[in-house]
């Protein structure tokens, strides 16, 4: 999903990824920074934030904000289909094995 910029940080067991400054396609005089920090281990709307700095630089003075857009929201909808899908998927292998297992019988247990 971050595959586009480098990563600055990324804390599995803190939960944070953040990717370093990136050209901003818009604006040649800036750059943005995007931070996910996921706030549980369960996918829910409210467990992930997701942030977007923008840094504008003229004549050597740069100055940060964090947008308010809809880019970050669209980050965020993504990143909880695709680990929404992960576990659906996950489940499903779980129970075709689990299925495969029990249905797999001897042939003694079959005459039990």
């Known amino acids: 999903m971050l595959d586009f910029t480098p ?24 750059n943005l920074k995007i931070s996910i920090k996921f706030l549980t281990n369960e996918i829910r709307a409210d467990g ?8 504008n630089c003229v ?12 880019v970050s929201i669209d980050i965020k909808k993504t990143i909880l289909k695709k680990a929404a899908l992960l576990v659906k998927n996950k489940k499903i292998k779980n129970s075709k094995e689990y299925f495969k297992k029990n249905t797999d019988l001897s042939e003694s247990d079959k005459n039990f």
């Open 59 to 70: 004549n050597n003075v740069c100055k940060t904000r964090k947008l308010k857009n809809n």
């Open 7 to 30: 990563l600055s940080n990324v804390d599995y067991s803190g939960g944070i990824i953040i990717t370093d400054w990136f050209d901003n396609e818009n604006d040649e005089n800036s």
């Open 48 to 55: 992930l934030a997701v942030s977007i700095f923008e840094k």
